[in-house]
C-alpha cells in the first residue's frame, strides 16, 4: 500500500466507514485502502450473497474485497484469484459435480481455511480478519454479521437463492422482489457497529443497492448510526447501466427509474450526498430537487490509480459534508 | 475389469468378504475384484485411520481401497491419485497452513464431494457407495463403521491420533498401544454386518494387523461371525519386514516377534488358514503349530497381474479350507 498522500492529511484524520458488495465496492474500497490507514478505514461487506456449497461456506463480496485489497484479484473476471487454475472443480465435473459456481484452486484453498476455522468455532468476523492477515491485508474487513443472511430472490418461478439466481440461471429471472432469509436471528457484528459508532463519515461504494448495500442496511442499529454521520454514495449505475451485474435490470423490474437519479432516490431517505459520473452530470438537478448534495467526476475505476483518484474525491467530498453538518 | 476366469468357476461362485487397510489391503481388493463379480465380493475397509483436516473429513483407508479398484490411484505413492497436482495444498501453505497431510487437486475434489454428502446428512457408507459409483467402480466398497472410530495411538509423549503420528511424526514415537476413540458408540454398518453374515469366506487383506484389521475386528458383532466363516489371512510382513507401514515396528515395539509367525499368532483364534510367502516358507511349521492351515505362495503384488494372480491362490486356498470345515 502506497503512502499516503499529504494533499490528504486533512481527510487522514477522519475515521471512514465503507460499505461494500463485490467488484465495483471492492475497487473503491481498494482506492480508500491506499490513502487511509487502516485505523481510518473499516470496510463492511455485505454476507447476503453467502452460500454453502461443494461443502464449503462462500462469501464472494468478503473474498472479492480480500482479494483486491491483497491486489491478488483475477482483473479479467472481478472474482476470483490472478494466475488461477480449476484442477480441482474439472475433477469434480468428472466426478459428476454440476460445477456451475466457478472455484479455482487457489480459491478452494482459502475456502478450506475458512472452513476449518469455521468448524473449530471461530466466527466469520474472526475468520474473515484471520484470512485477511494471511493475505497480508491490513484494512479491517468485516463480514455485515455472524449470522447468516441469505438474500432470496422473488421470481415468477418462485424464490431463489442469491448464487442460484445471479450465477446459476445468470439473472435470467425477472425479479419481482427479494426477502433476507434469516434476518430476524441477525444482528450486525460488534465490531461492524463500532467502526460505525466512530465513524466520521460513511461511504456506499458503487455496489448493487439492493442486493449489496441493502442487506448491510437491513440489521438492526445500521441505519440509526449512518443517520447520525456524514454520509455518501457513489452511484453504481453510470449512462444509465450498471458497469457490471444485474443492478439496471432489477431497476427495471421493480418499477424504477434507471439511472444515477434513479439510485439517488432509492437512497435519498440515508445519505447527504450522491457521487455521479461525469456522464451524468446533467442529473445533478435532479439529485439536489431529492435534498442530497451531488458531486460530479469521473467515476469509472480503470486500474490502481484510477481506483485512489475517485477515493481521493471522495474522500474530499465527504470532508465537504461533514463541514456542511457542522463537523460532527 | 477383466472377464472372470473359467479356472475360478467354482470360487465364483463363493461369496467372500475382504477386510482391507491401506496400500496392501487395496492391492489383494483389486486383485479379488479382477476374479469376482460385485455380488460376490465386498470389501470391508477400516476406518480408524480417518481423520478431520482441513474441514473435511478425510478416509485414508477407503480413498486408498477406491482408486485402486477404479485404477486411478498413485503407483509411486501408495496414496491418492496418479496425475495429481498440488495447487490447493501449496497455496494453503502461502496461507499459513501447516501442510503436513498431503491432499492433491484430484483428491480434494473427491473430498468436497464427501463433504457435502455427509452435510447433507448421508451416512458415511452411503456417501462411499455413491463415490465409488461416481469412480466407476463396481464392487461394494463399506467403511467398517458410520460412526467415527479413532485410532489413538499410546507413545512415551502421550496420545497422538493416528495421522498425526503416522504421517505428521512418521512413525518416530515408539508404540505403547493404542486405543479406538469413540468405538463404545460405534457399530459396524448394517452393510458391513449383512456382507459378513452371507460371506462363504473371509479374507484379512496383507494389511496391518493392529491399525487397520485390529479396528474392524473391534467392532461388536464381527468377530462372532468371522467366527462361524472360514476365515484366512494373508501375511502382510514377509522376511520379517512390512513391505508398507510401520507394521514391523509396532510388532517390535510391543515385544511381539517379528516375522509372518508372529501375526499367525496374533490372529490364531481368529483365521483357519495363513498365507505365507515363499521367502517364509520355513515359518509353514510354526503356522501349522497354532492349528492354522499355512499356504505358501508369492505374495508380493508387483503389478496388477501379479495383484490377481495372488487372489486366485487366496480364492483356492479360502475353498479348501471351506471343504476342510465341511463345505459350510
Redesign the interface.
Known sequence: MEVISKQLSVSSEIKVVALAGGVGGAKLAHGLAQLLPPERLTIIVNTGDDF?????TICPDVDTVLYNLAEVNNPAFGWGRADE?F??????K????DAWFMLG??D???H?????M??AGMTLTGVTLE?AR??GVTHPVLPMSDQPVRTMILTPEGELPFQEYFVHRRTEPAMLGMRLAGLEEARASDAALAALDEADAVVFCPSNPFVSIGPILALPGVRERIAQTPTLAVSPIIGGRALKGPAAKMMAEQGLEVSAAGVARHYACLVDGFVLDEADAGLADAVRALGLTPFVTDSVMRDKAGRRRLAEKVLAFALSLREERGGE
Chains 1, 2 share one sequence.
Do not use: S
Request: no cysteine; net charge neutral; hydrophobic share 40%.
Open positions: 454453502e456449497h461443494l461443502g464449503l487454475t484442477h480441482v472443480l474439472e475433477e469434480t468428472r466426478l459428476g459435480h484452486d487457489k478452494i484453498a482459502l478450506l481455511l475458512r472452513r476449518q469455521l468448524d484470512l494471511r493475505l
